[in-house]
């Protein structure tokens, strides 16, 4: 008999093949005493266990970084960055001494004295770092306990692809091996639509239904499974009509991406002629020539963490080096640098990791231009290099998460004070390089009047606007139901930024995950959005669905669902807007 079981779909794809429950290898952490003569040997044994972890995940993150071009490497850097946190270190080998205990327990001993802080703060957004720390600890203990840990997941087949995992969890690291050997789907019993098993999975193209309560109990070894990666539903011996039905969804999915191709080449023009920018966001040569094969008119946000995950802060000359060869794979496509965005989920030793990780709230802490205004010296060396850059080609630089004028003020005046000092030593920019804004704070996007009046552009960062005006984390699997972009609030707010910005004649763009989500592009044409950003493997899709849309009926389908929405009962707006344009 066919069971249906539900989730969240993080990942979409159609994934048909037989189940294979992973058996998580458990450590078992014992306590034992040692004797005063022993202590220098168990922290060197210490010592070795986290460089040998570390040397894993930077080998795990290499060859990710070779294979695709997106924020999975990313995140495993993340995990080697509290690797080095040196307060964890200290702490740990401070216990071994003071309690001659065994390394496995004194390192235990620090995570349930960090996971206790974390629980303390009560805040939902931790859950996610809480849930990283935990993984980085056990894997320092696996190499603890080498002789008597397995590899992970070394039960699975090294071919996965007619194989679907059923796991309780996944680690990033674990993830990544199931990609490399070509797993079919997976389904973890925990996890959001947000969290990092999530963004890995879809990163990497996996299809994947998280949050499946008891799915290693209810599913069974080596039983027909089908994985709807975009519904959320997992099918376990499912009869003859549904495995029809899915292998059609499969057949049709491969037909409609072939007719995406038939769009590469084509203009950005909606059926009433409304021209549409579609720019890509990147970070990495990969990212950057898949964005010009797709046809991107420009990288509306490339981002620049990634230079300061790697250790101690870049120099001026290593930023430039990586601008102006970001330049030179463009060769005259516009560029738009986002300035340092780190804090919250983005931190590292260099920049005080364990104050920014630990912080009350981090996703409301000291992040972004916050960080970045108090250390001045840090910023205007990121300034001076894109600054630099702009002499090699057209760049605009992308301030994120301004607040406030005097925000914009400040940044204006040590964008100044760098062009000073580029005269002084006589070196080439652009002294008219535009000075953009990321509105991602629900005060700045009511102030847009004020704001826009200090930039030459602005950039809609949807993720962390809908995040705060909801006050839903969209990474806590709990309340990830109520970060949806239809919401009435949220759609007004949007098309106020974009009403404001027009009025101001300033150009504005969205660069969050909704811009390269084709369900919600005729929503943010309808809004009155002409300039999308987003990853370069969604721009075809979304061009096409600009290419079947006319906006300005778009348009008056909205006006009437604002003016009274339970007039059009059940219906979402989504919907309203997609039989709009069958009628038209």
Not at 223 to 242: K, N, Q
Not at 546 to 553: F, K
Request: proline content about 3%; charged content about 25%.
């Amino acid at each position: 008999m066919t069971l249906a079981l539900t989730g969240y779909g993080v990942a979409r794809g159609i994934a048909i093949g037989r189940t294979h429950l992973a058996e998580r290898n458990e450590i078992e952490i014992g306590e034992y005493r040692i004797k005063n003569r022993d202590v220098d040997g168990e922290i060197l044994r210490y010592r070795n266990a986290v460089d040998a972890a570390g040397e894993q995940l930077t080998e795990l993150a290499n060859r990710i970084d070779q294979k695709v071009a997106i924020p999975a490497a990313d995140i495993i850097q993340t995990h080697i960055l509290m690797l080095r946190d040196s307060q964890i270190r200290k702490n740990t080998e401070d216990h071994i001494r003071s309690e001659l205990c065994n390394a496995e327990w004194a390192l235990q001993s620090q995570l349930e004295q960090v996971l206790n802080e974390f629980r303390n703060m009560d805040d939902d957004y931790i859950r996610t770092r809480a849930e990283d720390v935990t993984q980085v600890v056990r894997l320092i203990q696996s190499k603890l306990n080498v002789e008597t840990t397995s590899k992970p997941f070394e039960n699975i087949p090294d071919r996965l692809a007619d194989t679907l995992v059923i796991a309780v969890e996944l680690t990033p690291g674990e993830l990544a091996i199931l990609h490399e050997r070509g797993v079919a789907g997976i389904v973890t019993e925990h996890g959001g639509p947000h969290s990092h098993t999530a963004i890995l999975a879809s990163s990497l193209g996996i299809p994947a239904v998280l949050g499946v309560r008891r799915a290693q109990s209810l599913l069974k070894e080596g039983e027909t499974l089908i994985l709807d990666g975009g519904l959320g539903v997992v099918y376990s011996d499912p009869d003859d009509s549904i495995q029809d039905h899915y292998r059609q969804v499969q057949r049709d999915t491969r037909r409609y991406r072939e007719s995406l191709e038939a769009v590469r080449d084509q203009p950005a023009l909606c059926i009433d002629d409304e021209h549409i920018n579609l720019q890509a966001n990147a970070e990495r040569s990969e990212e950057l020539q898949q964005a010009i094969a797709s046809g991107a008119t420009g990288i509306g946000l490339y981002r620049t963490e990634f230079l300061y995950l790697r250790g101690a802060p870049p120099g001026e000359e290593a930023q430039l080096e990586e601008y102006t060869a970001a330049i030179r794979i463009l060769n005259g496509i516009p560029l738009t640098i986002r300035t340092l965005d780190l804090g919250a989920d983005k931190s590292t030793d260099s920049l005080d990791f364990a104050q920014l990780s630990r912080a009350a709230n981090p996703a409301m802490g000291l992040r972004a231009v916050r960080l970045c205004l108090r250390d001045t010296d840090l910023f205007k060396t990121q300034l001076r290099a894109i600054l630099r850059a702009s002499a090699a080609g057209p760049v605009r630089c992308l301030v994120p998460m301004l607040t406030s004028v005097q925000e914009i003020l400040m940044v204006r005046s040590l964008l100044e004070e760098s062009m000073e000092e580029l005269d002084e030593r006589g070196q080439q920019y652009d002294a008219g390089m535009q000075l953009g804004g990321m509105i991602e704070v629900p005060a700045a996007a009511l102030a847009i009047e004020d704001l826009g009046r200090h930039l030459d552009f602005i950039s809609v960062g949807s993720n962390d606007l809908l995040q705060y005006a909801l006050a839903a984390d969209r990474g806590d699997e709990q309340v990830a139901h109520l970060y949806d972009l239809q919401h009435p609030g949220v759609v007004r707010l949007l098309k106020h930024i974009f009403r404001k910005a027009h009025e101001l004649g300033i150009p504005v763009s969205v660069c969050g995950e909704v811009a390269g989500d084709r369900r919600y592009t005729r929503l943010l044409l309808a809004l009155g959005l002409r300039d999308f950003s987003m990853h370069p493997a969604e721009l075809l899709e979304v061009k096409q669905v600009v290419r079947d849309t006319n906006a300005h009926i778009a348009q008056e389908a909205l006006r009437l669902w604002l003016n009274n929405p339970i007039e059009f009962g059940s219906q979402s707006l989504l919907q309203v807007l997609d039989e709009s344009q069958i009628t038209r």
